[in-house]
């Protein structure tokens, strides 16, 4: 081999490397708050709380409302607000007077305690089974002139559960309205069979004195969910819809007594309700979760809401480039090589159910392991990002998320202008 040769091999081998490395050095992420998130960061540093706090922004919540609205006036069905994933008073109000409704679906007996005596002319259909011990204790506790034999219709799933229901209403002298749970192919429970439908009907038709047949909860969110590749969602919906017509018929045919018009005919949630717009079986839809939509509700059904809830934390500390304990100032190459590593922040709270949402570019300090007391995160420059702004997330979901935070922060016009209390646990 003569020494031009090689050194031109030598040279091609070292570009070609240093080529590649160039194509995996990580690019910059990192941009600033754009206007709408810097008029809030601007608020929350003027008047917030300082603390991690969930922010509901009423302007985009009001479009969410107005989307649901335009499906209630096309279909002809009632809207029933889901109380676990919008688990503020303040806050079902706000939806309850802009939807016109008085529907609430419950799934926690100390929340149900607590919509009854807050809002006695609810109407309230259980989303789960509870179990009769939690129903003897609603009666319990039971404050003020919400009408439980008018109001309320627990959901039951199986006859055992049924006879312990009975034994409840007995003990208490009282009425149970019983709502069937059909299991329309989410298969979490709930009528498969005819003939287990005529069971509890029969059961229900034979203690008149004490259970009253108050209609069907047949939910639905396989249908989006599922890969098109195991079944459409066409299919999904004529086989949901098969079978809440066969129980339908079955009742009227074989309990024609038990059947009239104000039954109620519950169906979906969130990610499935714009799917109903067309059958006339059921008669109302669930809605919690899409009124603020977090991130997994970021479906093709839901393209007509937008985001309306974040969680805004102020940045604590802002220690510069990335500085890993041991490794200390030999870190170095870390920013050097990743430019959105260049800025390492620690935040007030964290390691919340949620996504990075603004600044553009922020990630997780992954070398330092989560924090829910100051959570470490990393980012280029190019954030702006300093001490006591703001940095915001997306939930992911809301249930449970909404009760870690306080009062939530009503916006309006990138104002705060109500702070609404959540339930308690
Ligand atoms: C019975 C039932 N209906 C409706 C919903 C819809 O709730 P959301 O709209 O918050 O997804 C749920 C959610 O779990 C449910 O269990």
């Known amino acids: 081999m003569n020494r031009r040769k090689f050194l031109i091999g030598t040279l091609g081998v070292g570009a070609v490397a240093v080529g590649g490395a160039a194509a995996l050095k990580p690019t910059d992420h990192g941009a600033p708050h754009d206007d709408y998130f810097r008029t809030l960061n601007d608020e929350l540093k003027r008047n917030g709380p300082m603390r991690p706090s969930v922010v509901i922004d009423l302007d985009r919540l009001d479009r969410n409302i107005a989307a649901v609205n335009a499906f209630t006036a096309a279909s002809g069905k009632h809207y029933r607000i889901v109380e676990k994933s919008l688990p503020s008073l303040a806050l079902m109000q706000y939806i309850a007077q802009r939807t016109n409704t008085k529907r609430l679906m419950s799934f926690h007996q100390p929340f149900l305690n607590h919509d009854a005596e807050n809002m006695p002319d609810a109407d309230i259909l259980l989303g789960k089974p509870l179990p009769a011990r939690s129903a003897q204790l609603f009666y319990e506790n039971l404050k003020g002139d919400f009408d439980p034999k008018r109001q309320l219709q627990w959901l039951i799933d199986t006859p055992e559960r049924l006879a312990q229901y009975l034994d409840v209403a007995r003990g208490l002298g009282t009425k149970m309205r019983v709502n069937i749970e059909l299991d329309v192919g989410l298969h979490r429970g709930g009528v498969k069979e005819l003939p287990a439908l005529g069971e509890l009907l029969k059961?229900?038709?034979?203690?008149?004195?004490?259970?009253?047949?108050?209609?069907?909860?047949?939910?639905?969110?396989?249908?989006?969910?599922?890969?098109?590749?195991?079944?459409?969602?066409?299919?999904?919906?004529?086989?949901?819809?098969?079978?809440?017509?066969?129980?339908?018929?079955?009742?009227?045919?074989?309990?024609?007594?038990?059947?009239?018009?104000?039954?109620?005919?519950?169906?979906?949630?969130?990610?499935?309700?714009?799917?109903?717009?067309?059958?006339?079986?059921?008669?109302?839809?669930?809605?919690?979760?899409?009124?603020?939509?977090?991130?997994?509700?970021?479906?093709?059904?839901?393209?007509?809401?937008?985001?309306?809830?974040?969680?805004?934390?102020?940045?604590?500390?802002?220690?510069?480039?990335?500085?890993?304990?041991?490794?200390?100032?030999?870190?170095?190459?870390?920013?050097?090589?990743?430019?959105?590593?260049?800025?390492?922040?620690?935040?007030?709270?964290?390691?919340?159910?949620?996504?990075?949402?603004?600044?553009?570019?922020?990630?997780?300090?992954?070398?330092?392991?989560?924090?829910?007391?100051?959570?470490g995160i990393n980012g280029s420059p190019a954030t702006g990002l300093k001490v006591d702004d703001q940095v915001f997330f997306r939930p992911t979901v809301v249930e449970e998320v909404l009760l870690e935070f306080g009062d939530l922060l009503a916006l309006r016009g990138g104002r705060i202008v109500e702070r609404w209390p959540v339930y308690r646990n």
């Open 203 to 375: 059961t229900i038709a034979a203690h008149a004195e004490h259970l009253e047949f108050a209609g069907f909860m047949g939910y639905d969110p396989h249908i989006v969910a599922i890969p098109s590749i195991v079944a459409s969602r066409e299919t999904l919906l004529r086989r949901v819809l098969d079978h809440y017509q066969a129980c339908v018929d079955f009742t009227r045919r074989e309990y024609a007594a038990l059947w009239h018009e104000g039954l109620t005919l519950n169906t979906a949630g969130s990610p499935s309700y714009p799917l109903h717009r067309d059958e006339k079986i059921s008669n109302e839809v669930s809605i919690g979760t899409g009124m603020l939509k977090p991130t997994h509700y970021d479906i093709d059904t839901l393209q007509n809401h937008v985001p309306a809830v974040y969680i805004a934390t102020p940045v604590l500390k802002a220690t510069g480039p990335t500085e890993l304990p041991g490794l200390d100032e030999k870190s170095a190459i870390i920013s050097w090589w990743d430019p959105n590593q260049r800025e390492t922040y620690f935040i007030y709270g964290g390691n919340w159910m949620a996504e990075y949402e603004s600044p553009k570019g922020l990630q997780f300090y992954s070398s330092f392991g989560h924090s829910s007391n100051q959570e």
